[in-house]
């Protein structure tokens, strides 16, 4: 932290005085007080992303609603140079600037005591890029230098001082000076371009309309793009301008977003009935973002996620729908209406993912977004039910604690909340909901409950909220257990359990349930911990599906005959319904109430399903087991296990990796060849498969163009370093530095991780030192080298030794990097990894959620092994002899 003083601060008597007396004022952990509240901001920016610093100029117009001489707000390493606050009626008042908190909080001291009333607060500094993706940061494509933003959630006051929370809402003005050959976009159109000496010009953007400071952005560097108009419509009367922008060099990989992007704006505008509310629409990809952010009017994608070769593999163009519909949602849901204060952000993220997987599927049914949804929803059930977790909705009360809201809780299982509820209330009725609740906040704040106001003004229920709330207010899985009743069904509630959690307090929910019978659907709301299934009677119809759809945030338990029946059933079945019977079928077992060979033999049954993501659902969760909990043995039979599952369906479907040789089939069966090829070369251990899938790719990186199809370049990759070692590792990675297609990197980095050879593992490491791969590809090669047991170890103790430069990988990525030691599986090691990392908590200042949530699952899973190990060596062995 350094201190700057303002040069026209004048040190007086009386300033000593006020500061001593105000210093009895701790400085604010959490949300700033109301003793002020910004009105515009004016910032004026020099960039030139080849240089390690840039400079500000920030002016802050704002009112103050008390007398005071001491005012805190937000800057985080921020190099001041000097401020002042300027009086209504001219008059300068200088200040001084402190840092006072890691986070970002910043003292302001006025030379005096500044009455209530309107000022300007008037800064100029300077600071360093970041290296990672928050705050403004500086990445080299190439040999060009770029700059770009990520400011959510607080990492504007590394950019610009300020005051950092999303209550206050206010008009931005942005002026960008850079080098005369750079490009500048910010949230709004350009209004003037200047010439300055120098050889630098200056770009200046019109006035924002109110945003939150976690929604402003700016991109900097000789980008290319691609625009087009689009067309005017029924809810949006003006047309609007859209530009697509990449890095030099990816122009060829611009026109498929460009294109496809005004399908996606127009089912939004439909849905909302308000029309997209910015002046303008820009999407640029950033090759070291983690994911994507929705800056109005400047939504930033990482590289693939928006740039698309023409024979991009489907489940590229599924992301890009997906995540595409998802930040376009939040221009309405969460830039419109922002919410209040961060303990709401989950129901932004929650909103936006359930409804990026629902304009997703509109957009481009073909490609399975629906059908990932609920693969992702599931999943995170596991996380869910852990000893260590958090419930969707949370007080936060330190700036410590707003990333840790950030995970799987607020999108997967926030967004099949929301789902649940819409089903249950209907599309319609939903749909009214969410449009009143965007007409009354419109430009302002909401709160989560103000939401639950809206959505349960369309119901004549009064138990929709409170049931909403059981399930944003508690953690953990409902199970749904239903047993016979005379010639139908009673249904109960419990927690579902797995081995190794212990549960200190049982939750109860008023849950939705929806079931099925393969003929018709009823729901009824279960608000006691028991309760009848009314409409469906013993024997009629062909199963009974107590999740119908699989919309409900629930697993289920059922009489072992109907247990039979559905699963018989489950080939037949819609694949979202297919998947939530394998989920609670492995649930199961997880809970110790299904032996290990029932879940191979349910595998089996659900192997032949045309949806791959059923057709894998058990064996992606057996290959997490593998890679932890398995012996060596083990692992062989089941290897011979999965070829038995799927190599004739593999067969059968044809194994060509030229580019294109698939390129006019059906999108479902390119993804179940994809997922049985990874299956097959992964933990089948197909030597055949490798050698072919390694040729591809050694005659694809000679320079045959048409010898790899993107689609297998991970499992391709993989094979040529695992067959050739170090000799094709260089190889590789050589290639991959000639390269700037991201996706290509990405597949390349992931494969030397892979590496899966102790020997070569600190070989691999050592890569990640060269400047030339970026922060997201380290993070690509380090997380395959700990998911495999012959490197994890060596890796693990790498990471330690060397955690603040892994840490600063992880910069934009919350504290993930506290996760890093989740692939262990025995208490000893949990006891060591928790040793290794708590020292690393009090230097990054946040973490302890993150390393408690790993260290639970290091601990289950030594508590799996414990209970089951013996089970699961019995039912491999014999899924193998068969
Ligand atoms: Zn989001």
């Known amino acids: 932290m350094r201190r700057r003083f303002s040069a026209v601060l004048a040190l007086s008597a009386s300033l000593f005085a006020t500061t001593a007396a105000i210093a009895a004022e701790e400085p604010p952990v959490g949300e700033l007080s109301d003793r002020a509240a910004p009105r515009s901001y004016r910032i004026d920016m020099a960039v030139d992303p080849a240089k390690e610093t840039f400079s500000g100029h920030t002016e802050i117009d704002m009112t103050l609603n008390e007398a005071t001489s001491r005012l805190y707000l937000h800057g985080m390493g921020l190099d001041m140079h000097s401020v002042s606050a300027v ?54 494509v190439g040999d060009k230098w770029y700059a770009w933003t990520q400011m959510e959630p607080f990492d504007a006051r590394r950019m610009f001082p300020g005051f950092d929370e999303p209550r206050h809402k206010t008009p931005y003005q942005i002026s960008i000076t850079v080098p005369k050959d750079q490009w500048a976009y910010a949230n709004t159109p ?106 109005a009017g400047l939504i930033t994608y990482m590289d693939p996620l928006l740039l698309m070769g023409e024979d991009a593999p489907n489940s590229q163009k599924a992301s890009f729908g997906n995540v595409v519909a998802h930040e376009l949602a939040h221009q309405w849901f969460g830039n419109l209406v922002t919410p209040r204060w961060w303990d709401d952000i989950w129901l932004n993220e929650a909103f936006a993912s359930w409804m990026g997987d629902k304009i997703g599927e509109a957009w481009d049914p073909s490609l399975g977004i629906g059908v990932a949804q609920i693969s992702g929803a599931l999943a995170t059930m596991d996380d869910d039910s852990r000893t260590i977790g958090r419930p969707i909705h949370q007080e936060v009360l330190r700036n410590e604690d707003i990333k840790a809201t950030f995970d799987g809780i607020t999108y997967q299982k926030g967004g099949h909340v929301l789902g649940m509820f819409e089903s249950y209330l209907g599309e319609q009725a939903f749909q009214a909901g969410v449009r009143r609740h965007l007409q009354r906040f419109a430009w302002g704040n909401a709160t989560a409950e103000e939401f639950y106001d809206s959505i349960g003004s369309v119901s004549d229920d009064p138990r929709i909220v409170p049931a909403f709330q059981s399930f944003t207010s508690q953690r953990g899985v409902p199970l749904v257990t239903v047993t016979r009743k005379g010639d139908g069904y009673a249904i109960a509630q419990s927690h579902f359990t797995p081995i190794g959690v212990e549960r200190e307090s049982m939750s109860q929910w008023i849950i939705p349930v929806c079931a099925s019978n393969g003929i018709k659907q009823e729901c009824t709301l279960l608000d006691g911990k028991s309760g009848d299934l009314p409409g469906f009677d013993v024997g009629k119809g062909a199963y009974l599906m107590p999740n119908a759809g699989g919309n409900g945030y629930y697993r289920f338990a059922l009489p072992e005959q109907d247990w039979s029946r559905l699963i018989a059933a489950a080939p037949g079945l819609p694949a979202r319904e297919a998947l939530a019977v394998a989920d609670s079928a492995y649930a199961g077992f997880m809970a110790g109430a299904t032996d290990f060979s029932q879940v191979l033999a349910t595998a089996r049954v659900l192997a032949a399903h045309p949806e791959a993501d059923v057709a894998a659902f058990i064996p992606g969760k057996l290959s997490s087991l593998k890679n932890r909990l398995m012996t060596a043995q083990d692992r062989k039979n089941y290897a011979a296990f999965i ?57 694809s990186l000679a320079g045959d163009a048409d010898a790899l199809d993107p689609a297998y370049q991970a499992q391709a990759f993989s094979a040529y370093v695992q067959q050739g070692g170090q000799p094709a590792s260089q190889r590789l990675f050589e290639a991959v530095l000639a390269s700037t297609d991201s996706r290509f990197r990405q597949a390349g980095v992931q494969a030397l991780g892979g590496i899966d050879r102790p020997d070569l593992a600190p070989y691999v490491f050592g890569l990640t030192d060269n400047p030339k791969l970026n922060s997201l590809e380290k993070i690509y090669t380090l997380f395959p080298l700990l998911g495999s047991p012959a490197t994890r170890q060596a890796t693990f103790d790498y990471a330690v030794a060397n955690f603040d430069t892994v840490a600063d990988w ?44 790993s260290l639970a699952v290091v601990r289950e899973c030594a508590a799996l092994r414990e209970a089951v190990g013996d089970q699961i060596t019995r039912g491999l062995a014999e899924a193998a002899a068969k």
């Open 810 to 853: 992880f910069s934009g990525f919350g504290n993930q990097m506290f996760g890093l030691g989740g692939g262990f599986c025995s208490a000893s090691e949990a006891e060591a990894v928790q040793a290794a990392l708590t020292p690393f908590i009090a230097s990054q200042g946040s973490g302890q959620l993150d390393l408690d949530r």
């Open 643 to 699: 070829r038995s599952l799927y190599s004739e369906r593999l067969a059968s479907l044809g194994t060509d990796f030229s580019r294109g040789a698939y390129a006019s089939e059906d999108p479902e069966v390119s993804s179940l060849r994809q997922r049985l090829v990874a299956f097959l070369f992964g933990s089948g251990e197909d030597e055949a498969l490798r050698d072919k899938l390694a040729a591809a790719a050694a005659a």
């Open 190 to 295: 350009l209004v003037r371009e200047r010439p300055l000496a120098g050889d630098r010009v200056r770009y200046d953007f019109a006035p924002t309309k109110p945003l939150p400071s976690y929604l402003v952005a700016l991109a900097v560097g000789d980008f290319t793009e691609k625009g087009l108009t689009v067309p005017a419509n029924e809810v949006r009367k003006r047309p609007l301008e859209l530009r697509h922008i990449a890095t030099a060099g990816q122009e060829d990989k611009l026109a498929y977003g460009l294109s496809e992007t005004p399908e996606i704006l127009g089912l939004l505008e439909n849905y909302f009935g308000i029309e997209y509310p910015y002046e303008k629409l820009d999407q640029i990809a950033s090759p070291i973002m983690g994911g994507a952010m929705e800056n």
């Open 87 to 140: 009086a209504s009626d001219g008059s300068v008042i200088g200040a001084t600037y402190e840092q006072v908190l890691t986070t970002g909080v910043a003292a302001l001291d006025f030379a005096r005591e500044l009455p209530a009333g309107d000022y300007r607060l008037v800064f100029d500094y300077s600071s360093q890029f970041r290296v990672g993706a928050e705050g403004l940061y500086r990445v080299q």
